[in-house]
């Protein structure tokens, strides 16, 4: 046991059940302990059997890593992650402070881990990971990197750190560059049958944009080949499987391959195939992506979109007919200050049902975007808390869905919690 673990080790435990205490925010304990030992996380996964496994990209960070996590899970493999979704080095750190024994070991086969992308950089500095799996490349929060190339060189920084095998979406171009700068690594992809290649658009694609780009013609190790509803069926090793999901929504389909592609290199020949599908057949949506809950025994269903393509394809995941649709825009530093990218969603699925309630900080920019695709609105209001509450009540007797920006999914999971059972992550 090292000197700064008998002190930082306790000290952050102390401050993690003493945050939790008060409902204090998951990362705090991880940013003291980051504070008075930066060596804590190195050593806590410097000796796992399995490796460490980082996961980032722009979208699908959160479920992906749920997905490889119960994929290896479901091997038999004792996983630690960071389930909050707390992707900054300080929540990987809380993470671990409840993890850890009091002399800060880790008993674990493999670590995955999500990472934001820019956080993702300082951790692989001070902790190579083994693997890494990077997703995509989208417009999120441009505010905050500048430029969609800066994001596509932060993602490459990971990847030149890892030492064992990097697994990339070899149908994003930006993604599938890195392969180049590969050195010290080997590279294995996932990938898209050709003609899925429309169902899954890029942000590259404008509002009104006709044509699709051809999909790619690296080679990959596994294969989303078709999807009809919740059903998809996997090309691996020149051998196809169909798998009926419980996830919902075809963003976390094209996902589930990446996952699939991860859970086979840390496996390597211990991998058994009939258990990866069954375990991927099971997993359940991570919170706020796809997340089901009943209110008044009605589902209401929580989208998360940060993105155009990731809006795109939660409107063409759910059809809008019979339910109450309400959609929450906040522009807090965690969603991204920039909203122009609304404008490059095609809202034309709720033209026939209209739109309940417009909420958040950018709830008139929402409405007014909605106003030029000929979509109506019945109500506005910039409190997510009221909104919500006026929503529920006009819309008693239907199903319901509300699309949400990340803040504004926080704030609206919090309030239906007093209202109805809502998982707790913790």
Excluded at 23 to 34: D, H, K, M, N, T
Excluded at 350 to 377: F, I, N, P, Q, T
């Amino acid at each position: 046991m090292s000197g700064l673990s008998s002190l930082s080790v306790p000290l952050g435990k102390a401050v993690r059940a003493l945050s939790r205490l008060r409902g204090g925010g998951s990362a705090f304990p991880g940013l003291v302990v980051e504070r008075i030992d930066p060596g804590f996380m190195a050593r806590a996964l410097r000796d796992l059997p399995r490796g460490v496994v980082v996961v980032s990209g722009t979208n699908g960070k959160t479920t992906t890593t749920k997905m490889v996590v119960e994929l290896l899970e479901g091997q038999g493999l004792k996983v630690f992650t960071n389930r909050t979704g707390s992707n900054f080095t300080r929540g990987v750190a809380a993470a671990l402070l409840g993890d850890v024994d009091w002399r800060g070991r880790l008993k674990a086969d493999v670590a995955v881990l999500e990472l934001d992308e820019a956080h993702a950089v300082h951790f692989v500095n001070l902790v190579p990971p083994t693997h890494c799996l990077l997703l995509n490349v989208l417009r999120d929060q441009l505010d905050r990197f500048g430029e969609i190339d800066k994001t596509t060189r932060l993602l490459e920084q990971i990847a030149v750190k890892t030492t064992g095998t990097v697994v990339l979406n070899r149908e994003d171009p930006r993604v599938a560059s890195i392969a180049s700068s590969v050195k010290n690594a080997t590279v294995a992809y996932f990938g898209l049958n050709e003609g899925l290649r429309d169902t899954f658009p890029s942000d590259d694609e404008l509002r009104g944009a006709t044509g699709t780009a051809p999909a790619s013609r690296l080679p990959a190790d596994v294969v989303l080949e078709t999807v009809d509803s919740n059903t998809a069926s996997f090309s691996m090793d020149g051998e196809s499987s169909t798998v009926e999901l419980s996830l919902r929504g075809v963003y976390n389909i094209f996902n589930a391959a990446a996952a699939l592609a991860m859970a086979r290199v840390v496996l390597g020949k211990d991998a058994r195939r009939e258990a990866l599908l069954n375990s991927l057949a099971a997993v359940e949506p991570a919170f706020g992506r796809g997340e089901s809950l009943v209110v008044d025994g009605q589902p209401l269903e929580l989208v998360l979109v940060k993105n155009p393509s990731g809006f795109r394809l939660g409107l063409k995941s759910f059809d809008a007919t019979g339910y109450a649709t309400m959609i929450a825009i906040n522009d807090n530093y965690a969603d991204g200050r920039d909203m122009s990218w609304l404008w490059d969603v095609d809202f034309d699925t709720l033209r026939e049902a209209g739109v309940d309630m417009v909420s958040g900080v950018r709830a008139y920019d929402m409405a007014l975007r909605l106003k030029y695709d000929d979509v109506s609105v019945a109500d506005i209001d910039t409190d997510t808390g009221s909104a919500l509450r006026t929503f529920i009540h006009s819309a008693k007797g239907r199903p319901k869905r509300i699309f949400c920006t990340y803040t504004a999914m926080l704030a609206i999971r919090r309030d239906l919690s007093r209202i109805t059972e809502v998982k707790v992550v913790s």
